[in-house]
């Protein structure tokens, strides 16, 4: 889509800077609450990473390039904005092959399972404990994200549970989970959450594991992880439309440049067909890094992010068989399908990685969105019975691609795939769908195409560590203040950002509004 039409005018209430996610939920809700807004977003299309599109030439299938599940967003920012957008509960939470067997944990299948890879109930019954806890903990937090920041001791007696306070907030999550339970592969499953786009060892002394696995635990009060029905962009679509609906102004093909504030108004200065153009506001919201906004400010920007994932998106012909031929592949691939994610395996990729060196035995999590969402395939692609995956990696940071990208990127697909392949009865790349160029329909994004293509500083999908949801020195009443009172940011590097959540969008908004 070509860059759109000038701003109708010459000041706004309202300037947001980038129009993924976060932005749209910001405008929409200033525009409904009468503000004059624009929305300046570099790219000529609005959603950020929140996008779907066809990658592989000629084939018909819609996929979640880069953000790909839903579990964040509140159903309150679903319903006060209007939104058109529904998601799909998995009917599998998770599978994780083992030899000839492996770990199914779904609904009336996890006892069963866990009794016949552990010998007994004792990891069904420290499963449930530990999974009650967090339950507890996120119908108790999850509410709290869309409200003013609480205090620590606020927060910790709102949870009102010492064990779970200790466990989440205060000790590594390796220590718990070592305590809890006794089978590796059951250690490395639990653990697992806390490593989604965090690169830590369970026991690092900064807890920032803690952080991950917490925001993984909570969503929607319950922790699930469902599929958004018509792919990412079926909500950044009906964002933008609910933003436009409410009379915010979109420009898409419009780069931010330089903010300059006295605190009271600022000036926007922005980029569009190659010429440089001013707009004041009164606020501005920046829906872009920490990095991007101390660029826009010209000031020193924080400390630098490094992202830790291989994102890979394919279509096949057919779902694999499996070695475990006790599990229809329908089933393993409808939840989290685990790889070498034992929790000895996963220690031992950490080292590896940190010592600079690509992981020999890389884990990963493989997702299959058109078993729960069949309408993300054209009708002929459906019928002839195919399907997409998603494939995230972990432990694979920046700087491992540093020296030599493309080099890297394709040994570490290459062996991310022969991890998986030792799942399988077949090879993968049997199974593999072909695009109109008779090239295999499968993609790779590490953390430096990500930055390159989107932005995100290092590649870190939440913009930087993620933070505890309570109260922080300069974060403000809603978590997105910035040392200028009319800039916030109302990105991922918000407190209580990350994900796909339009929490700090909306929280953004309500400090806007001198809510």
């Known amino acids: 889509m070509p860059a759109t039409t000038s701003p109708a005018?010459?000041?706004?209430?309202?300037?947001?800077?980038?129009?993924?996610?976060?932005?749209?939920?910001?405008?929409?809700?200033?525009a409904r609450a009468g503000r004059t807004v624009l929305v300046l977003e570099r790219l000529g299309h609005t959603g950020g990473a929140a996008v779907s599109s066809r990658p592989f030439a000629g084939v018909d299938a819609r996929l979640s390039r880069y953000s790909y599940l839903v579990s964040l967003l509140p159903r309150k920012i679903v319903r006060e904005l209007g939104l058109r957008f529904t998601t799909r509960r998995r009917t599998v939470s998770s599978y994780t092959p083992l030899g000839d067997g492996g770990l199914l944990v779904g609904e009336g299948r996890t006892r069963a399972s866990l009794a016949a890879l552990t010998g007994g109930d004792a990891e069904y019954t420290a499963w449930e404990e530990f999974y009650g806890m967090t339950r507890r903990v996120a119908e108790r937090i999850f509410p709290t994200l869309t409200e003013p920041l609480p205090a620590r001791e606020a927060l910790r007696a709102r949870v009102d549970d010492d064990t779970a306070w200790r466990t989440l907030f205060e000790e590594p999550i390796g220590v718990a989970i070592e305590e809890r339970f006794r089978h590796d592969l059951v250690r490395g499953v639990v653990l697992t959450d806390a490593l989604i786009g965090t690169f830590a060892d369970a026991h690092d002394p900064s807890l920032v594991q803690n952080r991950c696995f917490l925001y993984h635990v909570i969503g929607g009060g319950t922790g699930d992880w469902d599929v958004p029905v018509g792919g990412m962009g079926a909500l950044t679509d009906a964002l933008a439309a609910a933003a436009r609906s409410a009379g915010a102004e979109i420009r898409t093909g419009h780069e931010a440049t330089r903010?300059?504030?006295?605190?009271?108004?600022?000036?926007?200065?922005f980029r569009a067909e190659g010429t440089d153009r001013t707009v004041s506001a009164r606020q501005v919201l920046v829906n872009a890094s920490p990095q991007a906004l101390a660029a826009l400010l010209g000031e020193d920007p924080p400390p630098a992010a490094e992202g830790a994932q291989l994102k890979v998106n394919m279509?096949?012909?057919?779902?694999?068989?499996?070695?475990?031929?006790?599990?229809?592949?329908?089933?393993?691939?409808g939840g989290t399908f685990h790889v070498a994610e034992g929790y000895g395996q996963l220690a031992t990729a950490y080292r590896e990685a940190a010592a600079g060196r690509p992981p020999g035995a890389p884990p990963s999590e493989i997702y299959c969105h058109s078993l729960t969402d069949p309408s993300i395939l054209g009708p002929e692609l459906a019928a002839r019975g195919y399907q997409t995956l998603t494939l995230f990696g972990l432990h694979t940071p920046a700087r491992l691609f540093t020296d030599d990208h493309d080099a890297v990127r394709a040994e570490l697909l290459a062996a991310t795939l022969a991890q998986l392949d030792e799942r399988l009865a077949e090879p993968l790349a049997g199974c593999l769908a072909v695009d109109d160029e008779g090239r295999p329909c499968i993609e790779a994004k590490t953390p430096l195409d990500l930055e390159r293509e989107l932005r995100l500083p290092g590649g870190h999908i939440f913009h930087r560590d993620l933070a505890f949801p309570f109260a922080a020195e300069g974060a403000g009443r809603w978590g997105v203040a910035t040392a200028h009172p009319n800039v916030l940011l109302c990105g991922a590097g918000a407190v209580r950002g990350g994900g796909v959540s339009g929490v700090p969008g909306h929280n953004a908004a309500m400090a806007a509004l001198g809510r």
């Open 259 to 269: 903010v300059e504030t006295d605190g009271t108004r600022a000036e926007v200065t």
């Open 315 to 333: 279509v096949l012909r057919r779902l694999p068989r499996l070695r475990d031929r006790s599990v229809d592949p329908r089933e393993a691939f």
């Open 9 to 30: 005018r010459a000041s706004y209430d309202a300037v947001i800077v980038g129009g993924g996610h976060n932005g749209l939920v910001a405008a929409a809700y200033l």
